[in-house]
């Protein structure tokens, strides 16, 4: 299946607001399985099935899960993973919580928010070691700081966390949100911006929109949440259920080890992995995710982070300012959110 451009990627922000938003976990998917891995399951009946959800149609972030799937890493480890997109992605927390899939990919925000409800999901491996989120606006806009959004429409997809966001960057460069408007355009982030609608856009990744927007003529410049104010965390994560961590951490294991691997490949290799997404998903974008992938190749392992670290330094740091903005409550355990000794030493043999 392939969604629409501008297709939400985050967006289990939007159910949480309340734990019955978690109450209903449906079953409906976009496939089974992709026709290659279809066949690799009849070839490899011995493989061990599992399901991953993740938060968006196949893109640059997902290219090392694929890369890893080509090269057999999974199959090595005795494995057959199912990635797929769910027909609402806002629900890989419901189901990755409630066992129906194994695996899913979500983002440190939404970890927290969904803990915060009473879903047992634990992140097992960060995917992206920074921030990317960030408010979009024309180059010629003239605006190059938060504090020349005062007087300004700010568009955004409606999330209470990305009000937080605009709240703590305007403050952070002497402004308060009171001086903006702030509109719901949904997830029209590039046709709100581009349209004139709004003055600057809310909630974009600056490894994706921007590059739409270029490639439809709209040159722009990206305000990043985290030099304004947001303390750094985890854009995307890996999580499991409790369950599985503590019944299955053999498979999360040879998971974890395989995936690394993917990833690694991929750094190494980016157009090897964007053949890979391509393969995997023909209706890709190319050239789109490969922008995309030189961007995000770096985010992978910022700041000299071996690949898929997690700290209690990050989760500590975040939750606090996340139940500063009232999103989360202050007695939250957050190291029960996280687990950060389960991704197998690089060069840790396949047994």
């Given at each position: 299946?392939?969604?629409?451009?501008l297709f939400?990627?985050?967006?289990?922000l939007?159910?949480?607001?309340?734990?019955?938003?978690?109450?209903a976990?449906?079953?409906?998917?976009?496939t089974p399985?992709?026709?290659?891995?279809a066949?690799?399951?009849?070839?490899?009946?011995?493989?061990?099935?599992?399901?991953?959800?993740?938060?968006?149609?196949?893109?640059?972030?997902?290219?090392?899960?694929?890369?890893?799937?080509e090269r057999?890493?999974?199959?090595?480890?005795?494995l057959a993973?199912d990635?797929?997109?769910?027909s609402?992605?806002?629900?890989?927390?419901?189901?990755v919580?409630?066992?129906?899939d194994?695996f899913?990919i979500?983002?440190?925000?939404?970890v927290?928010?969904a803990?915060?409800a009473g879903?047992?999901?634990v992140?097992?491996?960060?995917l992206?070691q920074?921030?990317l989120?960030?408010?979009?606006?024309?180059?010629?806009?003239?605006?190059?700081?938060p504090?020349?959004?005062?007087g300004k429409?700010?568009?955004?997809?409606?999330?209470?966390?990305?009000?937080?966001?605009l709240?703590?960057m305007?403050e952070?460069d002497?402004?308060?949100?009171?001086?903006v408007?702030?509109?719901?355009i949904?997830?029209?982030?590039?046709?709100?911006l581009?349209?004139?609608?709004?003055?600057a856009?809310?909630?974009?990744?600056?490894?994706?929109?921007?590059?739409l927007?270029?490639?439809e003529?709209?040159?722009t410049e990206?305000?990043?949440v985290?030099d304004?104010?947001v303390p750094?965390?985890?854009?995307?994560?890996i999580?499991a259920?409790?369950?599985?961590?503590?019944?299955?951490?053999?498979?999360?294991?040879?998971?974890?080890r395989?995936?690394?691997?993917?990833y690694?490949d991929?750094m190494a290799?980016?157009?090897?992995a964007?053949?890979a997404?391509?393969?995997?998903?023909p209706?890709?974008?190319?050239?789109?995710?490969?922008?995309?992938?030189a961007?995000?190749?770096?985010?992978?392992t910022?700041?000299d982070?071996?690949?898929?670290?997690?700290?209690?330094?990050?989760?500590d740091?975040?939750a606090?300012?996340m139940?500063?903005?009232g999103l989360?409550?202050?007695?939250?355990?957050?190291?029960?959110a996280?687990?950060?000794?389960l991704?197998?030493?690089?060069?840790?043999?396949?047994?």
């Open positions: 299946m392939r969604f629409p451009p939400s990627r985050r967006r289990v939007a159910l949480v607001s309340a734990s019955a938003a978690f109450a976990v449906p079953a409906s998917r976009v399985f992709p026709p290659n891995q066949r690799a399951l009849v070839q490899e009946p011995d493989l061990e099935t599992i399901s991953v959800a993740l938060d968006w149609y196949p893109n640059a972030n997902h290219a090392g899960l694929y890369l890893a799937q057999g890493y999974y199959a090595e480890e005795g993973p990635f797929y997109t769910p609402d992605p806002t629900t890989v927390l419901q189901t919580g409630a066992g129906r194994t899913g979500s983002y440190q925000t939404d927290l928010l803990r915060a879903v047992p999901v992140s097992v491996l960060a992206v920074t921030p989120q960030g408010i979009m606006v024309l180059t010629d806009s003239g605006i190059t700081r504090g020349d959004l005062v429409t700010v568009g955004y997809p409606g999330i209470p966390s990305q009000e937080a966001f709240a703590t305007l952070d002497g402004a308060t949100i009171d001086d408007e702030l509109v719901n949904g997830f029209d982030l590039v046709p709100g581009a349209s004139g609608r709004v003055d856009a809310l909630g974009a990744f600056w490894t994706h929109e921007p590059i927007a270029e490639e003529g709209y040159p990206i305000l990043k985290d304004w104010g750094p965390y985890y854009e995307l994560v999580v259920s409790e369950a599985t961590v503590d019944d299955r951490p053999d498979v999360v294991e040879r998971f974890l395989a995936t690394r691997r993917g690694e991929a290799d980016p157009a090897a964007i053949a997404l391509r393969a995997a998903s209706d890709l974008n190319v050239p789109v995710e490969e922008a995309g992938i961007l995000l190749a770096p985010a992978w910022a700041g982070a071996p690949f898929g670290t997690q700290t209690a330094a990050r989760w740091a975040y606090a300012w139940a500063e903005r989360i409550p202050a007695d939250l355990d957050v190291a029960a996280w687990q950060g000794d991704l197998p030493t690089a060069g840790t043999p396949v047994p």
